[in-house]
């Protein structure tokens, strides 16, 4: 199969022939349809964080089970699936108490003495989260992956193990904002854009938009924001106040950072809550006056959308396939497995779409 690696941080991936094993008891193969492009990637790609080269990168995919193991009975041959970056084991204490994405011994790799899921000339290769979805095959663990309808085009279901996942999911299940309710999404990208478009879902009254921008912000709107603040010309915080009367109900920062995090924190109004999305580096410290919290602000993290996965993806199809869910308009361009590069460095300085890598039907 075809794959594009990364050998090296700070370096182009490179698309070269890699074998893939078969798969063991609990493991499916799945011949991929579409990857989108993440900032994730982006991020593991420039070194953000420590991970074993080489790798293929890719986690927001989707396609069709080609084989399983003898043990597996959550898909089928023939299934369409989306895979998610966040498998669960499904018997410890986290995933029984219904909060799976904090599983703390996810299956996302194969275990100790097993043969490597990819090899290329001999040596392992590994799939970035357990996925690799920059790739015309994915060997995952059977817990990563989610029967989605067959009328659900591909191209678009592979949004949904990611960013769409992250962000509607963190306003529906995280925060639970409220029909009427005021609500901030700081950070337009991907995640923040669905954010945006979870809280038009349930029926915010006063959705703003806050980036360095402009053309995200402009996207933002498309996506149900009533209002957009350029963070570059004004502080948001004031903007906020003065938009609001106040502040907000709910903020939402999608950008990992302790600024933005503090402004989330400032911007809501008493029995307000700031929700982070946004995935942070490890030396980011958030500093919140203490007195503030007799107002009874509340602030709490979400993540990938606080929900498991296999209940959220089928939702978010029905959603897109009755018109209520934008995906289409997340997209700025469809590519090939060869143009993974160029999608890559599309994504800095984006209006917060990304790419779609489409695979042929011969892998």
């Not at 992956?145 to 659900?152: C, D, L």
């Not at 901030?184 to 038009?200: E, S, T």
């Amino acid at each position: 199969m075809r794959a594009a690696i990364l050998e090296e941080f700070g370096s182009e991936l490179v698309v070269e022939e890699v074998q893939v094993d078969e798969p063991s008891p609990d493991e499916v193969l799945v011949r991929t349809a579409a990857s989108g492009i993440c900032h994730s990637d982006r991020t593991m790609q420039l070194g953000a964080k420590e991970l074993p080269l080489p790798l293929v990168l890719g986690h927001e995919s989707a396609g069709v089970v080609e084989r399983v193991g003898s043990a597996v009975t959550a898909v089928a041959v023939g299934d369409h699936v989306v895979v998610a970056a966040t498998p669960s084991c499904g018997v410890c204490e986290r995933c029984l108490r219904g909060v799976p994405q904090q599983c703390p011994a996810p299956p996302a790799q194969r275990g100790e003495g097993m043969p490597p899921r990819l090899v290329r000339g001999g040596a392992r290769v590994t799939g970035f989260t357990g996925l690799g979805g920059f790739a015309s095959r994915m060997l995952v663990h059977e817990n990563a992956t989610v029967a989605i309808p067959k009328s659900m085009p591909l191209e678009r279901a592979a949004l949904l193990g990611c960013a769409v996942l992250t962000g509607v999911g963190a306003v529906t299940h995280r925060a639970r904002i409220e029909a009427g309710d005021t609500v901030a999404v700081i950070g337009c990208g991907g995640v923040g854009l669905n954010a945006v478009q979870g809280a038009r879902l349930h029926g915010a009254s006063r959705i703003i938009a806050i980036d360095v921008l402009p053309a995200k912000l402009e996207r933002a709107r498309l996506f149900g924001a009533t209002d957009v603040v350029d963070a570059s010309a004004v502080d948001p915080v004031d903007a906020v106040a003065e938009l609001t009367g106040g502040g907000v109900d709910h903020a939402l920062e999608a950008v990992g950072r302790a600024s933005t995090i503090e402004q989330a924190y400032a911007m809501i109004r008493p029995f307000g809550t700031a929700t982070v999305v946004g995935f942070s580096a490890q030396d980011e410290a958030v500093r919140i006056p203490a007195r503030s919290m007799l107002q009874e602000k509340r602030l709490q993290g979400s993540k990938m959308g606080s929900r498991h996965f296999r209940l959220a993806v089928p939702r978010y199809c029905r959603l897109y396939l009755q018109g209520r869910l934008l995906l289409d308009e997340l997209i700025s361009e469809t590519i090939g497995l060869d143009e993974v590069n160029r999608g890559l460095e599309a994504l800095d300085g984006s209006d917060g779409a990304r790419s779609v890598i489409r695979f042929s039907e011969g892998g």
